[in-house]
């Protein structure tokens, strides 16, 4: 929608196609912005990992290096027992 780069709300609510709705759209349509904003940034990340010429990181390095580790390193995990990725 706009870039990369993060809108804040009182600039966003102030942009002409959203301030003719209501606030509570308004605070809607902002909220869908931050999550696309969020998912682009997360899926840039991803992809960056995915292709950092040789950084002396194996592919499986870097799937170990997204959970949260111990300083033993086992995974410190969720009551249910999954990993905790770090995001």
């Known amino acids: ?31 869908y912005y931050i999550q696309s904003l969020e998912r682009t940034i997360h899926n840039s990340q991803i992809q960056t990992w995915d292709t950092v010429p040789d950084a002396g990181l194996s592919p499986l390095d870097i799937l170990r290096a997204s959970f949260l580790l111990q300083e033993n390193g086992d995974y410190i995990l969720q009551e249910d027992g999954s990993r905790i990725r770090l995001a």
């Open 1 to 31: 929608m706009y870039n990369d780069i993060e809108i804040p709300w009182q600039t966003f609510r102030m942009l002409p196609e959203m301030r003719k709705l209501s606030l509570n759209e308004q605070q809607l349509q902002y909220h």
